[in-house]
């Protein structure tokens, strides 16, 4: 491309959009799937379940420590097939992308979506662009559609939740949150906080098949408290959190501090939270500890047959009931 | 909802955003394969080659005559499964949401959203909500990823062309591109145009299975013209149009001429270009004008050996080189 930005007309349908598809998103995603020149792709799926899920993506700043909205993209919606037992198979993509973008700063942006398929061993297989005039937009918004396969031994869902079920999460919770918002500095605060951003197969992966675990999920927008809220409405069950339990790295646990969030509201983009049974919860915590992903791995709850809400234990023995979110200080922080 | 209007809350992840998702996108959008509490769907395919398309919308304004940016973006979706051979089956929802956007507003769009995929016999099967800051995203933008099936039978592609076929369309070109300009009220011009937005299924089922139709495409961004262009790059032939024979509607070549546009180049969103042999010529134009939505079909050129490049033969026996689309007066069309 001989632009150096974005231009109105690389959306619309003719020379400059063909180049613009050809020459940065085809050259940074090529696959077999991938053609260009046809309205939709055909594809070949393995034997299994059918899975699909889709997820936007608005983040800012479009790059922060340990990802960017690329990489974010790509996990973002392969995660939800994986934590929902499935393999993630392909993607679709979609762009909408702001007039006066640097075209180079878009391909930076295409080529981590490129990284993190292969990594995630997904193909992008169809896609769009649409740009759209300065000063709407901010830069870029991604949308991804996964489609995936969901292994016939894998029965995983809330309606599995017993009372008596742990709580378990993979890793410590709040890093994407908080490291997002310090990579807007406009806070004034600093740190060396990386996103937790990943993949998340292999912990779903090692454990999905296993007769106890009953359900998992990404605890992204709205935090840890989110999903303990999904499971409670969904199962009616009391959801008792053991405060001191939960993983949360110190940078974490100051800047909330100081800023008046707590991080169990806050997003991670790389964790699991899995409900088990009491026996299956041991062999989870193992086999995740010993994964790179998986290291900090904690049991940090249990579902009990109390009034129907979500409480956390402190470290002094008293119980605060933890309200749904409802306001939120962090808009576009996936 | 109690609120009036989208809120950042709407897209955090928490009380307010589940209310907007079960009370408005869920109501709007029922389905057995919607389950608002799973991370993916998990669907059952019917036989036949999987197909995957995926578009974005942002036309402005949001309402024209003839549809809304809801209608579109099933419409939009399913017909490039449409043209590629498939049956559509089930679609996947992204929605942009600009914060201060009115929720009734937002909940007709979507209700409009319903209405065509149920007219197209899809099925809403998952979908995501991201609320962008006053400013950023004008109301809305939506992304949908289609899933479709393309019959054993079918076998279209642009490979198959071959020198003489011939070229065919379903009807007038331009409708939708300069209807949803007058409907912008910048020009000072008023009519009475509809958009051609509509789905075109029964137009690709009635021929798809004739052994000499070799390819269809939907004319929509960059309109008859692009399509051209297309086909021109892939197959290394001339397209040779017959100007006089392309149908245009009286309004909007009388607006074309008084802005200086050229309705070849204008959007269609429910029209449907066609390659056949000249025997499956005949057999498609008595087919399609069977049809409502095919009644001024047409045969408006043909592919030739001549020097690869789109020209336009004129009333009075001219040849004019239709040049690929280049800048463009009119973004956000789609």
Excluded at 98 to 118: F, K
Excluded at 125 to 138: F, L, R, Y
Excluded at 251 to 268: H, K, N, R, T
Aim: glycine share 12%.
């Amino acid at each position: 491309m001989q632009e150096q930005h974005i231009t109105l007309a690389h959306g619309n349908g003719g020379r400059f959009m063909r180049e613009l598809i050809e020459q940065l998103f085809a050259r940074q995603l090529a696959s077999p799937g991938l053609d260009t020149s046809s309205d939709a792709a055909t594809i070949q799926l393995p034997d299994g379940r059918v899975m699909l899920s889709t997820d936007g993506f608005t983040v800012k700043p479009l790059r922060f420590p340990g990802g960017d909205i690329g990489s974010l993209c790509v996990h973002g919606t392969c995660n939800d097939i994986a934590v929902a037992g499935g393999d993630p198979v392909c993607l679709t993509l979609n762009a909408f992308i702001e007039e006066g973008m640097p075209v180079a700063e878009l391909e930076q942006l295409v080529a981590s979506i490129g990284l993190a398929a292969s990594e995630s061993g997904v193909q992008i297989v169809a896609g769009d662009t649409k740009v759209v005039p300065h000063g709407e937009g901010s830069g870029v918004y991604f949308a991804t559609t996964g489609i995936g396969i969901r292994p016939a031994g894998v029965t995983l869902g809330m309606d599995r939740i017993r009372e008596g079920d742990q709580v378990l999460v993979s890793g410590p919770v709040g890093d994407h949150g908080t490291c997002v918002m310090l990579a807007r500095e406009e806070f004034g605060l600093r740190g060396d906080l990386r996103s937790d951003a990943a993949s998340v197969l292999p912990l779903t992966r090692a454990i999905r098949e296993l007769p106890g675990v009953r359900f998992m999920r990404d605890p992204t927008r709205g935090g840890l408290a989110t999903v303990c809220h999904e499971i409670m409405h969904a199962t009616h069950l009391e959801v008792v959190l053991d405060g001191p339990a939960i993983p949360v790295r110190e940078p974490v646990q100051s800047v909330c501090e100081m800023l008046g969030y707590d991080p169990l509201f806050l997003a991670c983009e790389g964790r699991v939270v899995a409900i088990a049974d009491a026996h299956a919860a041991d062999e989870v915590l193992a086999l995740w500890r010993e994964l790179p992903g998986g290291i900090d791995a904690a049991r940090i709850g249990q579902l009990g047959a109390g009034t129907p809400r979500v409480v956390i234990e402190t470290e002094l023995g008293g119980r605060r009931i933890l309200e749904e979110l409802q306001d939120d200080p962090l808009p576009r922080i996936c």
